[in-house]
């Protein structure tokens, strides 16, 4: 039968071996069957080149084992040991400035380098000799939150070498990066540089490009270690995906090439945003998995970071984030760190026993969560139920960060978790699709500003709709081809047939400014003077130089219907578009069934009492009504 992990990452070489022990009981004290060990010791386990130090892992690992607590085991190749950056300090990165990094932090590396190519595969092949038929293991895990870039010469090099595949010749680049602009056209691939700091704006398909090839080269990379791995293991094999602008790696893409899904979770707001965010990375990573299972990594354990103070989670609330996960199909709740490191560049970031010790409140919750998780053993092989999907593709969020836009309020992701938020608060889960999905099991699809399509995209919506699906399609959608050439005719371009609209011109609003709807409704952020040629008109615009004219619409097409809203509208009035209840519930609802039984998870985030209808025949944990900050699982058939 399948087990929920739960652990996170162990670093026994920061701690003497006395502690060991300590920590292995209070391991099974606290139920954790699975810790992530070696993330960053490469020179703990290779102090010197090719002197490997194995014996504090041997020991580790048996101690482990012996207390019954499995083991992920990592390759440590985010953090190269100072050896080898004195040894090759052409491998440590440069930034778009042209500055070249020095030691001294984490993610010190280029991964176009030779040198550190070739140290990563060897230290991966040598813990794999190792450690491969080690009772303890049971995945291995490389790496750790790839995401590091690097605009050095090597860079450069590749860059030119992958763009060479992708284009084949100079003229088909020089038309899909619209260099008779500025007078950039390229003659010879040498003159041809990665997007450094330059005088003005940058090439927006330079751009973007430079951020799918980083993301190729990464994975590049990653298979490299796992090839090594897999010489010597057929275990699962895995790396941990992190989500932030400065990530260049298309994860849906890589979910392809890893064994098991894994993300970690931060979330960067500290009010009810935190569960937004974790619902919202939850369901992205589930969606990741293709509907399947996938696996919390990372978060953390007290603490809110909203990148200007640590805030303390209050109690219950790291118990509520971790369960909003498992009901979306993680199979467990790992964490980072298992004990709070005493020095260190994160020495204040929350364990799960932290500075005070396991005679804590952080670490009692710890405890009970360890408790609950043994009841929930069946969900794992259950599946998450949606019936709505939100387009969600990272290349047309690359795209907008680096292209000059006719309003800096446009913001790709904000947009996404806004149309996530309107679901989450009326207790719908969704799943987030690619473009070139297929849609037919959805009866609704909402297109959050999709800057960037292609026609085999955008087709493949129409014929969604025409077989009969309903289609919302917002503000800013359908503008430029994947090359980032604006679609001629009139916006939203690539929609402007399926949603029956033709727009002329584009109406930012201010920063914090609105504009009245007809139905009372408000508008932020973006207006659009929409021409109805075969919609129906819905809403209109009520004042200004819009006064009157369209601002939502919908258009019947085929057996479907295609909505489109040309701004972004007030939280009640986006819910009721999508038929949802305008008042928001303080309870997380999902469900996930497995042949005929269902679980209903009942997570009350709000501060009073919720009496929740529930007609399960048998409740796994919790209690209803929900009392405040409560949360419950129901299994019915």
């Given at each position: 039968m399948t087990r929920l992990w739960y652990g996170g990452d162990y670093n026994p070489e920061q701690w003497d071996p006395g502690v060991w022990k300590e920590d292995v009981a209070l391991m099974r004290q606290a139920g954790v069957n699975l810790v992530t060990v070696g993330v960053f010791s490469w020179s703990s386990l290779e102090p010197a080149p090719g002197r490997y130090e194995f014996d504090w892992l041997d020991q580790v690992l048996d101690l482990l084992h012996d207390g019954g607590v499995s083991v992920?085991?990592?390759?440590?190749?985010?953090?190269?040991?100072?050896?080898?950056?004195?040894?090759?300090?052409?491998?440590?990165?440069?930034?778009?400035?042209?500055?070249?990094?020095?030691?001294g932090s984490r993610d010190t590396y280029c991964a176009c380098a030779p040198a550190y190519r070739d140290a990563a595969r060897g230290i991966a092949r040598t813990l794999a000799e190792r450690y491969h038929d080690h009772p303890a293991l049971a995945m291995w895990h490389v790496h750790n939150e790839y995401?590091?870039?690097?605009?050095?010469?090597?860079?450069?090099?590749?860059?030119?070498?992958?763009?060479?595949?992708?284009?084949g010749d100079l003229d088909r680049l020089n038309e899909a990066w619209t260099t008779a602009f500025w007078s950039q056209g390229y003659a010879d691939w040498t003159d041809i540089e990665p997007p450094r700091k330059t005088q003005y704006l940058v090439n927006p398909t330079q751009y973007l490009d430079y951020r799918r090839f980083w993301s190729d080269e990464l994975l590049a990379a990653f298979l490299e270690q796992k090839a090594e791995l897999r010489t010597f293991s057929e275990l699962p094999i895995t790396t941990n995906f992190v989500f932030g602008n400065w990530v260049p790696v298309n994860h849906a893409q890589w979910a392809e090439a890893v064994d098991v899904v894994a993300i970690d979770n931060y979330p960067d707001q500290t009010g009810t945003g935190a569960e937004e965010q974790t619902a919202f990375a939850a369901d992205l990573a589930r969606s990741w998995a293709g509907g399947g299972p996938w696996l919390l990594m990372e978060q953390a354990a007290g603490t809110l970071n909203d990148g200007r103070r640590l805030q303390a989670k209050e109690p219950g609330r790291m118990a509520r984030h971790s369960l909003s996960h498992i009901a979306r199909g993680s199979q467990g709740a790992l964490f980072f760190q298992w004990r709070a490191s005493r020095g260190g560049s994160e020495m204040y970031h929350s364990a799960m026993v932290p500075h005070a010790g396991p005679d804590s409140r952080i670490f009692r919750e710890i405890e009970e969560l360890g408790a609950v998780l043994p009841q929930l053993t069946d969900v794992a092989e259950s599946n998450v139920e949606a019936e709505v999907a939100i387009l969600w593709d990272v290349e047309c969020w690359w795209a907008m960060q680096g292209t000059h836009l006719p309003s800096s309020a446009l913001d790709y992701l904000k947009s996404v978790r806004a149309a996530h938020r309107h679901f989450w608060r009326a207790g719908v889960t969704v799943d987030f699709a690619s473009p070139t999905a297929d849609l037919s099991s959805y009866t609704t699809v909402v297109v959050p500003s999709l800057y960037l399509i292609s026609d085999e995209s955008a087709a493949a919506l129409t014929a969604y709709v025409e077989g009969g699906g309903h289609l919302v399609v917002g503000y800013f959608s359908g503008i430029v081809d994947p090359d980032l050439r604006v679609r001629l005719g009139g916006y939203p371009g690539a929609f402007t047939e399926l949603v029956g609209v033709r727009v002329e011109e584009f109406h930012p609003l201010p920063i914090d400014g609105e504009i009245a709807l007809s139905s009372g409704g408000r508008g932020r952020v973006w207006s659009e003077d929409v021409r109805a040629v075969s919609a129906e008109v819905i809403d209109r615009y009520a004042g200004g130089?819009?006064?009157?004219?369209?601002?939502?619409?919908?258009?019947?097409?085929?057996?479907g219907v295609a909505w489109y809203v040309s701004t972004e509208v007030d939280d009640e009035t986006g819910a009721r578009l999508l038929g949802l209840s305008p008042s928001p519930s303080p309870v997380e609802t999902v469900r996930r069934r497995a042949g005929d039984t269902t679980w209903t998870f009942l997570i009350n985030h709000g501060d009073t009492q919720v009496a929740v209808p529930a007609d399960g025949s048998e409740l796994v944990v919790g209690e209803l009504p929900l009392p405040p900050g409560g949360y419950a699982v129901v299994r019915s058939r």
């Open positions: 992920d085991l990592a390759t440590p190749t985010a953090s190269p040991p100072p050896w080898f950056t004195r040894l090759h300090p052409e491998a440590m990165p440069v930034t778009a400035d042209g500055v070249r990094l020095t030691h995401g590091t870039t690097c605009h050095c010469s090597l860079a450069a090099a590749r860059f030119r070498e992958w763009l060479q595949e992708r284009y130089v819009l006064d009157g004219k369209p601002a939502i619409t919908r258009h019947e097409f085929g057996a």
